[in-house]
């Protein structure tokens, strides 16, 4: 069982930036893919970033250009770097994780933290 805890939330004006930390528990973080995803209220939950357990990157169009994905394989840890934030970008963001060590893909989600973007 992974265990996903994110960090990071919180108010920021238009415009400004937050960091999202989200930790997991076990000991072959390395091979997890890790990803971020965003639900606003009314709206069905939507991805806004991945980073496989090879450093690839992939970015929902809507936060290209402002937001960072990127890992510590040290500590275990999954940051998303938000510049630039807009309202629209109000969510409750979660941590999600992909462990292929078990023969299937085993999944894993964390409650989320939010992010509040005043105008």
């Known amino acids: 069982q992974v265990q996903l805890v994110e960090s990071g939330g919180g108010l920021v004006q238009a415009g400004g930036s937050l960091r999202l930390s989200c930790a997991a528990s076990g000991s072959i973080f390395s091979i997890y893919a890790m990803g971020w995803y965003r639900q606003a209220p009314g709206k069905q939950r939507e991805l806004v970033a991945v980073v496989t357990s090879g450093g690839t990157t992939n970015y929902a169009d809507s936060v290209k250009g402002r937001f960072t994905i990127s890992r510590d394989n040290a500590k275990n840890t999954v940051y998303l770097q938000m510049n630039s934030l807009k309202p629209e970008d109000t969510a409750v963001y979660y941590c999600?994780?992909?462990?292929?060590?078990?023969?299937?893909?085993?999944?894993?989600w964390g409650k989320g933290t939010l992010v509040t973007v005043s105008s």
């Open positions: 999600k994780a992909w462990d292929p060590s078990k023969g299937e893909v085993m999944i894993y």
